[in-house]
T-cell receptor, first 112, second 114 residues
Framework: QKEVEQDPGPLSVPEGAIVSLNCTYS??????FMWYRQYSRKGPELLMY????GNKEDGRFTAQVDKSSKYISLFIRDSQPSDSATYLC????????????FGGGTRLMVKP | EAGVAQSPRYKIIEKRQSVAFWCNPI?????LYWYQQILGQGPKLLIQ????????DSQLPKDRFSAERLKGVDSTLKIQPAKLEDSAVYLC????????????FGPGTRLTVL
């Protein structure tokens, strides 16, 4: 079993839909949670990060962490075709850049 | 602000050949990372530099992979000899402070080993 699991998709939604992307994990010591967006032929780009549990909102994006269930989510409101990309979750036990564990990514397609 | 630069963007080689990738981090970023991203998987850290010193190379296959950052700025990653399973995208990232959520990634080099 992988330490961080993501449904690879693809997830196809119509423009304007609310998108829910999720990751489950097995290591209860993870404290730092990140979401990256990766466009085709590009490197990952940090979208949001949270520390410990709770919600964080940034524009159309909301990140949620449920440590009791070992489950994190990224919600995208009013999805746009430009949101079409692969979304990677990443986690770390501490604030150290060499300790990130990435999920395999979920490919999202937003259709006009 | 210029981003992380990598070259070449694409490389095709035969197995047992050698290959080198180059990375130029964001100006002023002391921390530099090399990752391997196999198709359908998340990035896996190969090596982390702090200035020109190695911080973590625990997942670097040292029998065939080597990396250096001689002057604490640019870095090269080399594979010699390459195997079929080395086919992947090699990502370079840099960070000002080495924190968990302060990495900026380059566009990567896509390596195909035939």
């Amino acid at each position: 079993q992988k330490e961080v699991e993501q449904d690879p998709g693809p997830l196809s939604v119509p423009e304007g839909a609310i998108v829910s992307l999720n990751c489950t994990y097995s290591n209860s010591a993870f404290q730092y949670f990140m979401w990256y967006r990766q466009y085709s032929r590009k490197g990952p780009e940090l979208l949001m990060y949270t520390y410990s549990s709770g919600n964080k909102e940034d524009g159309r994006f909301t990140a949620q962490v449920d440590k009791s269930s070992k489950y994190i989510s990224l919600f995208i409101r009013d999805s746009q075709p430009s949101d079409s990309a692969t979304y990677l979750c990443a986690m770390s036990e501490n604030n150290a850049g060499n300790m990130l564990t990435f999920g395999g990514g979920t490919r999202l397609m937003v259709k006009p | 602000e210029a981003g992380v630069a990598q070259s070449p963007r694409y490389k095709i080689i035969e197995k047992r050949q050698s290959v080198a990738f180059w990375c130029n981090p964001i100006s002023g970023h002391a921390t530099l990372y090399w990752y391997q991203q196999i198709l359908g998987q998340g990035p896996k850290l190969l090596i982390q530099f702090q200035n020109n010193g190695v911080v973590d190379d625990s997942q670097l296959p040292k029998d065939r992979f080597s990396a250096e950052r001689l002057k604490g700025v640019d870095s090269t990653l080399k594979i010699q000899p390459a195997k079929l399973e080395d086919s992947a995208v090699y990502l370079c990232a840099s960070s000002l402070d080495g924190g968990a959520y302060t990495q900026y990634f380059g566009p990567g080099t896509r390596l195909t080993v035939l």
